[in-house]
């Protein structure tokens, strides 16, 4: 099966995927012959919850064309803020390896016709899942490249029906400082919490991500189920969520309420908009050679996606 090419900015080659998405490559094209598809469909429902649907196929939509490779999975799944555990980016993981994250379900509520609670396997069971390789630009001037598995958030916002007077979606992280030790930290307003205005939440870039690499989500990069934003930084990309509720009022992010200053609502990638601490011109890519830099990209490389959503706005203002 061929791929029809097209000129994108934020495509990769297919070539420069890694080992494991090469696999699943393969398993789609087999799909695609018709040799798969029947036994890919049994196999869907015997797997267990922790494994709901898998395997993902790569969107071939999402996949970036530069010279630059995706990050490999030891950094990916080694190196995360996820300041519930730990501030030690390389402890994360051990902190988190025994947390139970199943079941997990999110609350919907706020603006919308029917409050509910849903089941995360459930949904991706409704939704499917799929593999987009996106760029992955931090606050903090480093970058990876990332194969996520996930669905569009806008589906789930179609099953929740938000009441046009929703106009953006506020989302809130687990609390539990007896099993996550960083939260026992009160100097943080906890829980994690993110926003999103309704339009970009609807942006068909805009992930919910169940999975990496073409498995479930290591507890380290947000399980089972987290936000993925890539025109803006890592920080708005709220992981473990529980919580969704639509409102009509701006939301306040942990970040945002923390310094305001440094961490805005938008928090687009802009390299003309530095932090006040450190210059956002150009990025780190982990696992480069020497600390090598790159330039950093509007948007992260997605402009032509969404710099349409911010029409007339002053960037440096809303930052
Ligand atoms: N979500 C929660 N709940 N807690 C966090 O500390 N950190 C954010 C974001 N989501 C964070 C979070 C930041 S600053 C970044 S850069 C990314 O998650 C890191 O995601 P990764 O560990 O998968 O690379």
């Not at 001037?141 to 953006?168: H, T």
Request: proline share 7%; aromatic share 14%; hydrophobic share 35%.
């Amino acid at each position: 099966m061929t791929q029809i090419r097209s000129n994108k900015s934020w495509e990769i080659p297919e070539s420069l995927a890694v080992d494991e998405a090469d696999f699943w490559n393969r398993r789609t094209f087999l799909k695609g012959a018709g040799l798969m598809g029947t036994t890919l469909l049994l196999c869907n429902h015997q797997l267990s919850a922790a494994t709901a649907g898998f395997p993902s196929q790569r969107n071939p939509k999402y996949n970036l064309i530069e010279a630059e490779k995706i990050t490999e999975e030891k950094y990916v799944t080694g190196y995360n803020n996820f300041y519930e555990f730990s501030l030690d980016k390389e402890d994360v993981k051990d902190k988190a390896k025994h947390w139970k994250t199943e079941p997990w379900s999110i609350e919907i509520s706020g603006m919308v016709q029917k409050p509910s609670t849903l089941d995360v396997n459930e949904l991706i069971n409704e939704f499917g899942i799929e593999q987009r390789v996106y760029r992955f630009r931090c606050v903090e001037a480093w970058s990876m490249i990332v194969p996520w598995d996930g669905f569009p958030l806008r589906k789930l916002i179609e099953k929740a029906q938000p009441l046009s007077s929703a106009k953006y979606i506020k989302f809130i992280s687990f609390d539990d400082p007896e099993e996550a030790p960083g939260m026992k930290n009160r100097s943080y307003p906890w829980p994690y919490t993110e926003g999103l205005r309704m339009d970009e939440a609807l942006h068909e870039l805009t992930l919910m991500v169940t999975g990496v690499f073409g498995k479930p989500l290591p507890n380290q990069n947000g399980a089972p189920v987290r936000l993925m934003v890539p025109w803006k930084y890592g920080f708005k990309s709220i992981k473990s969520i529980q919580k969704i509720e639509f409102t009509d009022q701006q939301p306040k992010s942990l970040w945002n309420e923390l310094a305001p200053q440094e961490y805005g609502f938008y928090a687009n990638v802009n390299p003309e908009v530095d932090h006040p601490r450190w210059s956002q011109a150009k990025e780190r890519p982990i696992g480069s050679w020497f600390f090598q830099k790159i330039p950093t990209q509007p948007f992260n490389g997605y402009a032509e996606e969404v710099s349409s959503l911010y029409k007339g706005m002053d960037l440096k203002k809303n930052y």
